[in-house]
């Protein structure tokens, strides 16, 4: 969706989300595809199919698409206190921060999994379900070698420290999450302590203002033809920008903590699955996938938003799809097409509302906010319907 969008992977906000959502994709996958990779012959296991290779090759991307995950997330987060609290613009970010973050987020991603393989750590779990960080065969590192029963480990005898260690790194990056988070709120209210709307300014300006901050606060980029912003206009706007960031923040994180809690607490502690295995299977083989629709969920938001106040008669699941159609954007007006649930406007309707649909200033836009795209769409959606010339 992002990659083909009309501005595609032109600002700093849509790479880190495509980032986010590589990371995702390869966990996910994996997830679904880890059960085939263990060892055939594992006790247990009734869909093996694999061997010692595949089942390193399954612990190794589930663990790279975790880290790509979580340290996606981080640098998402980063990057809006760069640009809410230090007013950072994207290209400057871009330049100066963003290429090294990124290089830095795959070199450790792809790195640590590797070493954790080489060590031969990566191993089938006690039902042969999935390959984590794990002693083989399981039960090996218990005891010691003069107690009776006692099995010695041929695989990962150090895998226990290792999940610990793997599990240590999350959590401070969770920790880190929620001190951005909070570095952010603060300043929030801090400069809403400042802010006073002026006297005189309108609704309609109001909510203008909302909704250019809406798309710039999450693609980070005004458009290049785009008006400078009236000095009444900028505290308006300040405000909806902080307030998005804040909003979006917290729902990246929630969503994360939701999605991987039940796998990093096994991470953390493989023993959880000897009283509650039926639990954290179930929960891992719910959650784990649903991460993906999260992000869409997430990332779709503000701009489902102000689609829905520009055309208060659509539905949600209308202006949803609308913005998944178009790359994960709002759609400038030319492309917005009349959906059977809303009245088409006749040619008399149109002019009195004042819409001008062959603008080629309104096609060049590529679906970026303008103040002349917004006044048509709002005097559409005053007279009732959605409307578009084919």
């Known amino acids: 969706m ?78 809006f206190m760069r640009r809410v609290k230090y007013r950072v613009n994207p290209q400057k970010f871009a ?34 379900t999935i390959c984590i960080f794990q002693p083989y065969p399981y039960g090996c590192e218990r005891g010691d070698p003069g107690d009776e029963g006692y099995v010695e480990c041929t695989r990962g005898e150090s895998a226990p420290r290792t999940a610990r260690v793997f599990g240590a790194v999350l959590g401070c990056c969770l920790l880190c999450l ?54 009444e206009d900028k505290s308006d706007k300040k405000e909806s920008l902080t307030r998005s960031s804040v909003r979006q923040s917290l729902l990246y994180i929630l969503s994360f903590i939701v999605t991987f809690t039940v796998p990093a607490m096994l991470l953390a502690n493989p023993n959880i699955v000897d009283t509650k295995f039926r639990l954290v299977l179930w929960m891992n083989s719910l959650l784990i996938p649903t991460y993906g629709i999260f992000l869409i969920l997430i990332y779709t938001r503000p701009k489902v938003k102000v689609l829905a106040e520009m055309f208060p008669d659509a539905s949600w699941f209308l202006c949803f799809s609308t913005v998944i159609t178009s790359g994960g954007e709002v759609p400038p007006a030319h492309e917005l097409k009349p959906p059977e649930n809303l009245p088409r406007m006749s040619g008399e309707d149109l002019n009195e509302s004042g819409v001008s649909w062959n603008s080629d200033d309104d096609r060049s836009t590529n679906g970026e906010y303008h103040a002349g795209l917004r006044s048509s769409m709002l005097a559409v959606s005053r007279a009732g319907g959605w409307y578009a010339e084919n």
């Open 2 to 79: 992002i990659r083909f969008s009309p501005r595609g992977l032109k600002s700093p906000y849509s790479r880190i989300i495509f980032g986010l959502s590589i990371g995702d994709i390869i966990q996910s996958l994996n997830a679904f595809l880890g059960t085939f990779a263990v060892p055939k012959g594992t006790p247990g296991s009734l869909m093996a199919l694999g061997n010692t290779q595949t089942c390193d090759a399954s612990g190794y991307f589930s663990a790279c698409g975790v880290l790509l995950t979580i340290f996606y997330l981080l640098f998402l987060i980063y990057y």
């Open 95 to 128: 330049k100066k921060e963003e290429k090294y973050l990124h290089i830095a987020v795959w070199i450790i991603a792809l790195t640590l999994p590797a070493i954790v393989a080489a060590r031969k750590e990566f191993n089938p779990g006690r039902f042969g």
């Open 178 to 231: 929620f001190v951005l988070l909070l570095s952010i709120t603060c300043h929030v209210y801090s400069i809403e302590r400042n802010l006073t709307i002026p006297a005189g300014q309108t609704q309609s300006t109001n909510d203008a203002a909302n909704a250019s901050s809406m798309n710039n606060v999450n693609d980070a980029e005004a458009p290049n033809n785009a008006e400078a912003p009236r000095d």
